[in-house]
């Protein structure tokens, strides 16, 4: 074999074993940016603080927000969302609203898709039109939750003490907590077609008012509280 042909290959297989660590470099860096920084495909809208957070969609859209508690409270936007979501503050209140877009149609999300993260440190109520609230995670003494027309909440971690629910329209709250969590103090409030399970939650007290077509899951344990 030519020296000539020798330097060839040579030269061919450094540079294949360079893009092979190379890459392997990459996607190490890669994954240290993804499990450190959860919000690499958002964009941040706000670090400014509220107590108060109404979200709303209008008719025939369906909003959705995922809260994380953390001691920074921001809001975040997906970037392919970025032009479907407006915001506002008046006084302690952050406004959210889901947009129709240019031609009054809806937009449409794969289901598992975050479109608003909002990190928040204590909020004091959350109120909901049209739009799913998720609660990855939220730890705090208190909250007041009100749903109207198609939104919901639903809790997948949480250490609060003290509920007071209001459903109307077809809302809907759940609890999707690993296992049965003791609370305080539960006041709920269910009217029109709207839905409260609860089975995953046991109150020390309980107030709860519901009309003839709400429904309403619970634990074996709390319904003995309400014949009480």
Partial sequence: ???????LLFLLLTFMVLVVINAFSLKRKWQKIVKTNPFLNYEKLSERTFKFLKVNAADGVTGRVNI?????????????????????????TLFVDFLKDSEGKTFTYDKFEKLVIITCPNVHSIETNNVSVEIDSLGQDQI??????????????MKIRDFEI???????CNFYVPEV?????????????????????LPGKILLENGLET??????ATLKLLGK
């Fill in 68 to 92: 994380l508690n953390m001691k920074k409270p921001q809001l975040y936007v997906s970037h392919n969302w970025a032009d479907m979501v407006n915001f506002k503050f008046k006084h302690d």
């Fill in 144 to 157: 007041k939750l009100l749903g109207k027309g198609y939104g919901s909440y639903e809790f997948r971690k």
């Fill in 215 to 220: 429904g309403l899951e619970m634990n074996g």
């Fill in 1 to 7: 074999m030519k020296l000539s042909t020798k330097l």
């Fill in 181 to 201: 969590q003791k609370i305080a103090f539960l006041k709920a409030k269910l009217s029109d077609k709207s839905n409260l399970n609860i089975r995953a939650i």
């Fill in 166 to 172: 209001a459903l109307s329209g077809n809302s809907s």
